[in-house]
């Protein structure tokens, strides 16, 4: 955090962390003005970045650039601004996120697409196809990590403004913001982790023998709290007895996957109904929604990875879930298949073996 005079620019206080990562010590600092170590902005550019907060047309800005280090060395930077007040003076309140990772993430996953649009490009029909859906993902991962991202700086930021006893509850909003938040980020990097294992052949998986009834019980349990107003889930009738000898978490990944979409792209007030059958040699996974659909044009692409159905985009995720889950399912050697109805819902089957295949 980077706090500066409003009328001078030079620095009133800047904590450890960024002290730390800019190499100059406070005192060093307190001579110094932002543009000092943003060597990429010229005064007047500058000057126009902050006039808006200044005239009080903007309440706070975002922008991004580079910081350069007492050694030298650069690093890109995420910066929240403010124009706040300390003491009898205005200030500037520069909330700033190195985000150096982030952008060799970004490189990597731009590499992973161009390597992915390669192999793409015999399969679709169109060299427009193509780059539609290129684009689209870029759009996506672009989308759902800034979001969640955003709003971290700004609930950091608010955090330290509550100082008072009374402001607890206030205070907890925003830690349960930062905590969700960070929960997200965390479940897509577990997402593309998991689609590298699959990729280079280093999952295992563990068999052991279980009754059914208990992933089922895990999987609702855990839906139930994702659940929108007026919506619930039918469990499935006489699977009590139902015994697998199967990878126990990729059979609850798999079919939370399929119950957590089923809620996700369902409206209020709806139902999802969860059936289970099993005969001398597999057992059959059916999760039926009355939601949005996919459609048609879609349909031939739902399992590809980082595909989204046109009428998806608006909602949460990456593209990835279903193409896991089908992986998983086809190593056990299981199946997935979907019948589906724009407006009118869709039913997705899952089929596992009883037992690993020998």
């Known amino acids: 955090m980077f706090v500066f005079d409003a009328k001078t620019l030079k620095f009133v206080n800047v904590n450890y962390g960024g002290q730390k990562n800019i190499g100059y010590s406070l005192a060093e600092l307190k001579t110094m003005t932002p543009l000092d170590i943003k060597p990429d902005l010229s005064e007047v550019t500058f000057q126009k970045i902050i006039d808006p907060l200044l005239d009080g047309q903007e309440e706070n800005i975002e922008f991004e650039t580079r910081h350069q280090r007492r050694d030298g060395s650069f690093y890109p930077i995420q910066v929240h601004l403010q124009l706040s007040t300390l003491g009898d003076k205005s200030v500037f309140v520069a909330i700033i996120m190195d985000i150096t990772e982030l952008k060799n993430y970004t490189q990597r996953l731009e590499k992973t697409v161009e390597e992915r649009t390669k192999q793409l490009k015999d399969a679709l029909e169109t060299e427009k196809e193509l780059n539609e859906l290129k684009t689209k993902f870029l759009s996506l991962v672009s989308h759902e990590f800034k979001t969640p991202l955003t709003g971290i700086l700004t ?30 980020l965390n479940s897509i990097l577990n997402d593309f982790l998991s689609v590298e294992k699959l990729e280079t052949g280093k999952v295992t998986y563990k068999f052991t023998t279980f009754k059914l009834s208990k992933v089922v019980n895990e999987v609702i349990y855990n839906a139930n709290m994702l659940l929108k107003e007026g919506q619930k889930i039918n469990y499935p009738e006489n699977i009590d007895d139902i015994i697998l000898t199967q990878d126990e978490k990729t059979i609850e990944l798999s079919l939370s996957n399929l119950v957590h979409n089923a809620i996700k792209y369902s409206p209020e007030k709806t139902t999802i109904q969860l059936n289970i059958h099993q005969d001398q040699t597999q ?3 059916e999760v039926i929604d009355s939601g949005i659909g996919i459609p048609k044009k879609d349909q031939k692409n739902i399992f590809n990875r ?17 193409n896991i889950v089908k992986t998983h399912l086809e190593n056990l050697g299981g199946s997935i298949h979907f019948i589906s109805q724009e407006q009118k819902g869709s039913t997705f089957t899952m089929i596992i073996p009883n037992t690993p295949n020998q």
Do not use: C, P, W
């Not at 980082?306 to 279903?322: D, M, P, V």
């Open 306 to 322: 980082y595909f989204r159905a046109e009428n998806a985009l608006l909602s949460q995720g990456t593209g990835i879930g279903l």
């Open 283 to 285: 057992t059959v996974f």
């Open 155 to 184: 609930s950091s930021m608010l955090l330290s403004k509550y100082t008072l006893e009374t402001q607890q509850e206030k205070r907890d909003k925003h830690i349960e913001t930062i905590t969700n938040k960070v929960h997200y």
